[in-house]
Every structure is written in C-alpha cells, then in structure tokens.
C-alpha cells in the first residue's frame, strides 16, 4: 500500500488540478457548442511542443513551453476571430480544419527528428505516471492564476457562452472577451498538454462537464458533479493502470469512456416514467451486446488458420508447462525440450513471435528446481520487455542463480515505469542491505549514481554471495 501511495499520488494530484480547472473550462466550450475547440488548441500546443523539440528544446524545458504556449496563442486570435455573427461557414468546421493541419504539420515535424514516433505518442498519451512534483506546483500555480481571472470576470464570461446574442445586445465586445478567453484557456492547455497529453485533456475538458449537464441545469451543480466525476474516473483509471501495467493515460481515457456511458444510462432510467420498462430495454441491450461480442469472439481465427502449427521448442515448453499446470515432475521433463533448437529460440524472442507468460515466470521460481535456469537467462537476455526480464530475474533469485541480481541492475539502467523500478530497487536492498540513494519516482540521470554504486557492490560482493537453500536466499560468506 505504501508503495502505491508513494508512485501514485504525484499523478492523482495531477489529476485532481486539472478535473478542477478543465471541468469548469469544458462548461464554457460544451455551452458554446464548439466542443473540438479544446482538441484543437490542445494540438496546436503539441505542435509548439513538437516544433521546439525539431530546433532541440526538450518538451519540458522553459523554451518548449513558450513556443507551445505562442503557437496556442496563434490559435486563440484565429478562434476569437472566426466567431462572427453572420457565419456562412461554421466555426466548428474551421476547428476541425485547424485541428487536422496542426495534427498533420506536427507528424511532419516529428518525422525529421531522431525520436519522432516516441515524441508523437507522447504528445497524444502523455506522461501523467513520470510528472514531477516540480511540474504539478507549476500547474496549480499557473490553474489558480486562470481561476482567479474567470472568477473576476464570471459574469462577463458565462454570459458570452450561455447567451451570445444578450451579450451582444448590451453592448459586450464579444471578441475582445472571445480572445482574453481562449488565451486563458491557452495557458491551461499548454501546461495540460505537457503532462497529460492531447486525448487526456480533452477528455478532462468535455465528459466531467458533459455528465454535470446530464444531470442538472444549474451552473454550481453541474461543477460538482463534474469535479466528482473526475475525481472518481482519476482513481479508477490510476488504479486500472496500477493493477495491469496499463499506460496511465489511455487507461483514464477508457475509464472516463466507460464511465459516461454509466451515467448515461442511470440517468435514463432515473428519469424514464415507467422504470421497470426502461430497466427492461437496459438489460436487453447488454444482453444483445454481449452476445454480438461473443459471437465475435468464436469467429476468431485459430492458431493453425494463422500458420502457427509448428512449434518451437520454447512454445512445446511454455505450451507443456501451462498444460502441466508446472507439476513438478512433468515440468522438469518438459523443460529438458529446451536443448533441442536454441538459435531458434533466440530469435523467436527476440523477433516477438513467443508470448512469454509472466505468470508462468513467477511459478518457475516458486517451484525452486534448477533445470528452468537456462530457460529463464534465455528469456532475460532476449526479451525487450521490462516486466518480463523482471519476474525472469526475480526467478533466477528464486533458484539461487546470481546472475539474476545483474540482471535486476540491467533493467534499472533502462527505461521503464517508476512502480516496476520500485519492485526491482525492493529486490536489490533485500540481497545487498542497502538502497545507495535510488529513488523510483525520480529521472535516471538523478539515480545514475546509485546505480553505479549497485554496479560496484555486485562486482565486489558477487564470488562471497552464498545460496542459503533454507532461508532460499543470498548471504555474504563470512
């Protein structure tokens, strides 16, 4: 628990400033009815980001803030004034021009530097898992400046997006406050951008705000409901990510996608006459759902369709394994099918054509026998994928196999998420005693040091390390 607190909080605090101020935001837009307006400047921002990132500016850096935050000041005048009161053409079209020119000039862009496909997914998905407690007071700060302006100004403001015309009629300079709006609304978006990305912020912006409407018509009412709202969906979609190992971003996404359709549905059938019947119509369209996707679901190529009918020898042992259910004596014979092709296996690993189960992983080493060493070094030493080469390190401990506490040290040297870096850094202080200063949650030039020291008490201590076969354990020889 302390350890999910610990890599959890700075992105739930992240969460929480942007439901506050995006929530409020996303009343103005869906009132305007220029819903896409938040997805534009959102990329217009990305495209400062991206562009800064072409001359050499780190995305996070003061000068890719400020040229992210011009190119969205760029696009608040274009917004403030394309809102005319005769539009033959109208503004929400030229937000979706806008939004696919800045998309594609950002691809573009990207496409011309080194790590341009890293920077694009970044820029669509964020990071909200690695935000820096340094980066969340900057936001506040920046989200309370916003707040405190649109609160001076609220009835200016509300009444320009509740009711344009009356804002006309008594004499309002609609675009002047049109500009001083989406400017505003900039400097959210810019900050938002960086930690969440696009597809994140726009979901802050729009479904809390979207399920305050459903449910009520006053103003105050629909802030709290939407403020619940996103509070609920942050956790939920942290604690999906925690749980699964999925991407934090479009796991709160898919959280705030399902949650919305819930409350669609309960308000329909809280303000539907005949509840019954309505309860009835719900059920039937699950029931209807479920089946559509189970049928789907059986229609699903099999393995010898796909041209997967021969195995190689790590597939008849994982497959033998799985089968087996890892008892003990057929699991030591399945694994004596490891010798037979090991160039193949390597290259199958190493390509991805083998799934390597980490449930699997974790019970080899919990059965403690040493004829499954060569397979998990095989998958440590050939397998991309942090999670893996973790639970395949932490079995070679498991069977006594030192090489597995390098192998720990290996995967801290590489990228990968903070709670996966804590797990491993847990392991290491339990066989060597100590923690040399490594912090999970912070950058790996910050902890470069700690490594290195990790590094030199492995080569030290490595020949004194002793297996203890009844604690099951390493211990220095005295």
């Known amino acids: 628990m302390e350890q999910l607190i610990q890599i959890m909080l700075p992105p739930l605090a992240a ?56 190119f969205t000041f760029l696009g608040a005048a274009i917004f403030s004034i394309s809102r005319l009161r005769d539009q033959r053409v109208p503004q929400e079209a030229l937000i979706g021009i806008v939004f696919a020119v ?94 969440a990305g696009v597809l994140l912020v726009f979901c802050f912006l729009i479904i809390p705000s979207v399920i305050g409407m459903l449910y009520s018509k006053e103003i105050g009412t629909r802030l709290i409901i939407g403020w619940i709202s996103g509070t609920i969906v942050s956790c939920m979609g942290l604690l ?15 959280s705030f996608g399902v949650f919305l359709i819930l409350s669609a549905v309960v308000q329909y059938v809280i303000r539907a006459d005949r509840k019954h019947l309505a309860l009835a ?22 393995s010898s369709e796909l041209g997967l009918t021969e195995q190689t020898g790590m597939q008849r042992v994982l497959q033998s394994l799985e089968d087996l259910k890892l008892e003990e004596g057929p699991a030591r014979n399945a694994l004596t099918l490891l010798e037979e092709d090991q160039g193949i296996l390597k290259q199958s690993l190493r390509e991805g054509a083998i799934e390597v189960d980490q449930e699997t992983l974790q019970r080899l080493g919990e059965l403690g026998f040493s004829e499954a060493i060569p397979l998990l070094r095989l998958i440590c030493e050939n397998v991309e994928d942090p999670w893996v080469r973790y639970y395949g390190s932490s079995s070679l401990l498991r069977l006594g196999d030192k090489e597995g506490i390098h192998r720990l040290i290996q995967i801290l040297k590489d990228p990968g998420p903070p709670f996966l870096k804590a797990q491993v850094k847990d392991l290491l202080v339990e066989v060597s005693g100590e923690d040399f200063g490594y912090d999970p949650m912070s950058g790996d030039e910050e902890n470069e040091r700690s490594i290195d020291r990790w590094e030199v008490w492995w080569h030290q201590s490595a020949e004194q390390l002793v297996w203890d076969t009844e604690q099951r354990k390493f211990r220095l020889q005295e």
């Open 102 to 195: 800045s998309s594609s000039a950002a691809i573009l862009i990207a496409d011309r530097s080194p790590q341009g496909a890293e920077h694009v997914q970044a820029m669509l998905t964020g990071a909200i898992l690695w935000v820096s407690w340094s980066t969340i007071w900057k936001t506040l700060l920046i989200c309370l400046a916003v707040g405190v302006f649109h609160f001076a100004f609220r009835h200016r403001f509300l009444l320009i997006s509740m009711d344009h015309e009356e804002a006309e009629r008594q004499g309002v300079a609609v675009r002047w406050w049109d500009f001083l709006f989406y400017i505003s609304f900039g400097f959210v978006i810019t900050s938002s951008v960086a930690i």
């Open 281 to 302: 119509r719900v059920g039937a369209g699950t029931l209807i759902f479920a089946l559509v996707m189970g049928l789907a679901l059986s229609f699903r190529p099999s």
């Open 240 to 254: 999906l990510s925690y749980q699964f190992d999925f991407p934090s971003g479009p796991s709160i996404v898919c």
């Open 15 to 70: 969460c929480l400033i942007l439901t506050g101020i995006c929530t409020y935001l996303g009343l103005h837009v869906v009132s305007r009815g220029v819903i896409f307006v938040d997805l534009a400047l959102a990329q217009i921002a990305a495209l400062g980001s991206t562009f800064a990132f072409l001359l050499g500016f780190e995305p996070d850096s003061y000068s890719g803030y400020f040229y992210s935050l011009g």
